[in-house]
């Protein structure tokens, strides 16, 4: 059976420098380009927060988020540092004001297209470990794929200290594993 990377959010905006940096979040790139370049995956996938400007979760509409991720901005484009090369399909998410987009799966084609392509295993990589790498693993074990989280492919944001941790583990109970 078909095994997936799903590369969750590696965009400007996450990574120091940008509307919200997740702390070295820049740092994932050699261990996503290598698992990308691999060869132990039959599909590399790459979602991408992708908001208009009036987004819900953004603080000018009461949300918990400085604006972030906005559509065609620069803060929106993939990091440079992550080679794209072998990514076949980009999934948005968070496209309407109204939708939250945490999870990749989220009002999105990715499990569809992981079906089609015979795919029942995920390795998942990305920014932030405690949001979007968190709900997508969940959603994915859900959806009854096989789940692994790779460590050294993922930062998180740590709103609170231990955020990450605690998403580790929530991922762990829910029947992913943590490498
Ligand atoms: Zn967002």
Known sequence: MG???????FQND??????????????????VNALAASGDF?????TRDWHPADHRSFRQQGGPWPAHCVQGTPGA??????????VEDVIDTGVTADAEGYSGFEGTA???LLRER???TLTIVGLATDYCVKHTALDGLRQGFAVTV?????????????DS?????????????IV
């Not at 095994?3 to 959010?9: N, Q």
């Not at 484009?77 to 072998?86: I, K, M």
């Not at 460590?151 to 200290?161: C, I, K, S, T, W």
């Open 150 to 162: 790779d460590g050294a492919g993922v930062r998180g944001v740590e709103v609170q200290p231990g």
């Open 77 to 86: 484009d993939f990091h440079p540092a992550f080679d794209r090369s072998r």
């Open 3 to 9: 095994r997936a990377l799903v590369v969750v959010d």
């Open 110 to 112: 990715l499990e569809s």
């Open 14 to 31: 996450f990574t120091p420098g940008g509307a919200l940096a997740v702390a070295g979040g820049d740092e994932i790139a050699p261990r």
């Open 165 to 177: 941790e605690r998403a580790l583990e929530e991922i762990r109970a829910a029947g992913g594993v």
């Open 42 to 46: 039959d599909l590399v996938v790459a």
């Open 118 to 120: 015979g795919i029942d």
